[in-house]
């Protein structure tokens, strides 16, 4: 049966940071708003929204409620959905299949995070507790460096890979995330300032670990026959695939890789007509989630941009700048640009939609031959897995 | 254009009650594997499968995640949802969509909620957060009867409905409470006890209040092609309605009824050609949102059951009783049924798909004529409602 494409008719970002100086609505609607007059709508055409918000640092017991009032939505439909890091993402597909569906027209999505509404310790433990909290963070105090530690570890000696590959990651993306005005981190690092930086978690350094990040992201999404008459440049969404790992790490039989994310990405690329091998070759532009370097270097592997165990080539050869064999977070990544984890996959859906417009900032723009994106954001540590596929060309469904 | 028909094949519940002989995933699996076992299906049929759970008083941090482990449904793709105690709802109406915009085949739901986890002050207290946190609980101390209590007050005040109009409804509640094997109370009331009930929050009393609640539920959805392949008896999803109230309590203009919930029946009889005011005559058995007894008032009034202001009518000639206009809350409601807020929704559709296949516990079983039932739950106090409209006969769509 023929199912409704879907296109995203407008973004919105705010600055990520540290975003004390509003309230968890007041940055959601700087994002709601900038989305909604790109779009060229106001509230009362918007059908159904969704708010992605992991929150538990948070007062507000309701988010998409308060978002909902502060944003001039209500009376509208609307939840909140969770996938950890990967929240932005669920609350894209939320909207994607509420329009793919035919339950609305038009429909806005926003991904809000104020980690910065905790003190930094309690954030690195509510955090520790997603995976699974009695049998990994209650009784052997595991919290995220450390998860992502044992990845690095295993993939360094299985591969022969060097601190300095990882090295390579964070100096790309803090040099994207120079160029980019909503970056977190607005600066270029080197080489050495990486291998000095402070030890987190062995072999992961502070330079390898994305940062507590507030921020907020939007897409406002309309169903074919509304945009077509809305805007002259939608950016559709061709597929996603959704997929998801054993809460213990402990039953996994793999470091080396994001089980869940090559799943998605399998399915996300097997509805769009996409050959694994060779998926680089599609897309102009990557985002991918480097909540840690090792985490880049996997996704490499698991989306099928590089052979396994060749993903850190790509890193050392700097295959992933502009200019390369395939672009992958030049808007900074979650490393330089933040991680707010409520926001990140909006946030990835709005770069990728800028850079398929040419509207990307000075500096970070690819260039466009195919029309296509991918994004990859990733829950846990493989916990929850998304990855969407976005075109400029109409599908044919 | 034609959209897929989606089906519930196969129905899930937990005993309600203090459900702390199990942890969360345990009491999650209970009503999955009943679920399954329904459905005649296991694990690997399971597409896409989505967790609704509020889990403010849960130590695990990503419900979906340990659910979907213990429940051996990793690596399907999934996410949590939350709507406050429309949860359930948000859950239903997430598979609802992966199946009707073609994303999957066969999907799970399941609500689940382990409130007992917190001591009771505590819970009180996160339930109190739902709302306005900022103004209404942190300034002005409300908690959940504090807020129902002005809904009664205003509608008593306007309307001239008396104390014992209510205790009609819990004592309707526990009757059939007796009867179901799910329910946290099995006992019934009496007016005399009603009337001598502890005070909560003038005009409510304790049995005008829904308990803290354990339990879990699950719906097995399918598309009409799998569904055709795999049961007999499937009944569908004719449509759903979704509005939201403003966080502020303080903003809304009327306290006599619950505006979100008025709006999403509109919708929900709007799409299945139901007119509002005579939308009773469509159905043999109605699930509603009766937190506390007043609200299943104002339920029969925005659902078009009764005339404005002649709602508590209803509840005094007995007429949602069996045999009455249209039974409403024969499993014993919120109120002594349990209302475990994750799991409330899915419950919902479980006890309507039970009945219209005449599965009701004995003594709880409606007549079906017209083989429709809906179901009205509400998130906070009118913060969510969601509306949705089941039918032994396939929408012709």
Redesign the interface.
């Given at each position: 049966?023929?199912?409704?494409n879907v296109a995203i008719i407008g973004t919105g970002h705010t600055k990520f940071g540290v975003r004390t100086d509003v309230?968890l609505q007041e940055l959601a609607w700087e994002a709601i708003k900038q989305a909604l007059e790109e779009a060229n709508l106001d509230q009362k055409d918007i059908q159904?929204f969704v708010v992605g918000n992991v929150g538990?640092w948070s007062?507000?017991?309701?988010p998409?409620?308060?978002v909902?009032?502060?944003s001039d939505?209500?009376?509208?439909?609307?939840?909140?959905?969770?996938?950890?890091c990967a929240t932005g993402s669920?609350a894209l597909?939320?909207a994607?299949?509420?329009i793919?569906?035919?339950?609305a027209d038009i429909a806005l999505a926003v991904g809000v995070e104020q980690m910065h509404q905790s003190p930094n310790p309690q954030v690195v433990e509510?955090i520790g507790?997603?995976?699974?909290?009695?049998w990994e963070f209650?009784n052997f105090g595991l919290t995220f460096p450390g998860y992502y530690a044992l990845h690095a570890s295993a993939y360094m000696a299985k591969y022969g890979a060097k601190e300095e590959d990882l090295g390579k990651i964070a100096i790309k993306s803090h040099h994207y995330g120079a160029r980019n005005p909503y970056a977190q981190f607005q600066k270029e690092i080197t080489m050495d300032e990486y291998l000095k930086s402070k030890p987190v978690a062995y072999p992961l350094k502070l330079l390898d670990s994305s940062p507590i990040t507030d921020g907020a992201a939007a897409v406002v999404l309309a169903s074919e026959e509304v945009a077509k008459k809305i805007t002259d440049s939608p950016v559709w969404i061709v597929s996603?695939?959704?997929?998801?790992?054993?809460?213990?790490l402990s039953?996994r039989t793999d470091f080396t890789r994001i089980?869940?994310a090559y799943?998605?990405a399998q399915?996300a690329y097997s509805r769009a007509g996409i050959n694994f091998d060779e998926a680089w070759r599609f897309f102009d532009v990557a985002e991918v989630h480097d909540c840690f370097t090792i985490a880049e270097i996997m996704a490499y592997e698991d989306l099928g941009f590089a052979k396994r165990g060749e993903g850190y080539l790509l890193a050392r050869e700097e295959q992933t700048y502009i200019g390369g064999k395939i672009p992958v977070n030049v808007d900074g990544g979650l490393k330089a640009k933040g991680h707010p984890i409520g926001a990140t996959g909006i946030s990835m859906a709005v770069s990728i939609t800028r850079q398929l417009l040419y509207r990307a900032p000075k500096g970070t723009q690819v260039d466009v031959k195919h029309g296509m994106g991918i994004s990859h954001n990733v829950?846990?540590t493989g916990?929850?897995a998304?990855v969407t596929i976005f075109s400029t060309r109409r599908p044919s469904s």
């Open positions: 049966m023929k199912m409704r309230n159904y538990s007062a507000e017991e309701l998409a409620v308060v909902g009032e502060y939505l209500t009376p509208k439909g609307t939840m909140r959905v969770e996938a950890a669920a597909r939320d994607y299949l509420a793919k569906s035919g339950e509510l507790r997603a995976g699974d909290y009695f209650e996603q695939g959704v997929a998801s790992g054993t809460a213990n039953k089980e869940a799943l998605a399915q829950g846990g916990h929850y998304y």
